[in-house]
């Protein structure tokens, strides 16, 4: 069985920093593309940042663009997100995600049960 | 980047009706757009992939359609458990992926 569980969420006052953790079983961690997904509290979902299987290829969503940076460790089957400089918009749940394979690959197949970040003074 | 827009943002029926729920892209994403079902926390579930494929485990009833930029996810006859949120996502031009506002399904 797939099973992505988050830690490391928390309160932050502005300017603060946290580091999410996001670890996996149930699959072959080092295959697959990895995600982190946010959903501020009653909107919608928001993409934030994909990393490759290798850690090739890193992309992040602008705004949060030289602020958060994404890892993996394939040794440990975990994924983090460290995030700087914390913004009260940054309040949000932070879901881990992977992506499928074939024709999945594009997509969300599997989510973590989230981890709640709150920025506030 | 491209901007997906749900509509209705509500929708309201009663179980055994029919539900249509709509996705609008800004610009042709082809059929790379994905459907999610989210209930009261609980993270989202892939429901429907490249526009019209059912995900692992998925019911029948649940179907999509559409490409280029116009997609529609249907659930042919609702059951209590299929109350919840939707979000369509796209993932044509990348990065970013993005996703539509939701549609929330409520008992009427």
């Known amino acids: 069985e797939v099973q992505l569980v988050e830690s490391g969420g928390g309160l932050v006052k502005p300017g603060g920093s946290l580091r999410l953790s996001c670890a996996a079983s149930?699959?072959?961690?080092?295959?697959?593309?990895m995600n982190w997904v946010r959903q501020a509290p009653g909107k919608g979902l928001e993409w934030v940042s994909s990393?490759?299987?290798?850690?090739?290829?890193?992309y992040y969503a602008d705004s949060v663009k030289g602020r958060f940076t994404i890892s993996r460790d394939n040794a440990k089957n975990s994924l983090y997100l460290q995030m700087n400089s914390l913004r009260a918009e940054d309040t949000a749940v932070y879901y881990c995600a992977s992506r499928g394979v074939g024709a999945k690959r594009y997509y969300f197949d599997y989510w973590g049960q989230g981890t709640l970040v709150t920025v506030s003074s | 980047e491209i901007v997906l827009t749900q509509s209705p943002a509500t929708l309201s029926l009663s179980p055994g009706e029919r539900a249509t729920l709509s996705c609008r892209a800004s610009?042709?994403?082809?059929?790379?757009l994905a459907w999610y079902q989210q209930k009261p926390g609980q993270a989202p579930r892939l429901l429907i992939y490249?526009?019209?494929n059912r995900a692992t485990g998925i019911p029948a009833r649940f179907s999509g359609s559409g490409s280029g930029t116009d997609f529609t996810l249907t659930i042919s006859s609702l059951e209590p458990e299929d109350f919840a949120v939707y979000y369509c996502q796209q993932r044509s031009n990348w990065p970013p992926d993005t996703f539509g506002q939701g549609t929330k399904l409520e008992i009427k």
């Open positions: 490249d526009a019209s």
């Open positions: 990393i490759s299987s290798s850690s090739s290829y890193i």
């Open positions: 610009q042709s994403v082809s059929s790379y």
């Open positions: 149930g699959f072959t961690f080092s295959s697959y593309s």
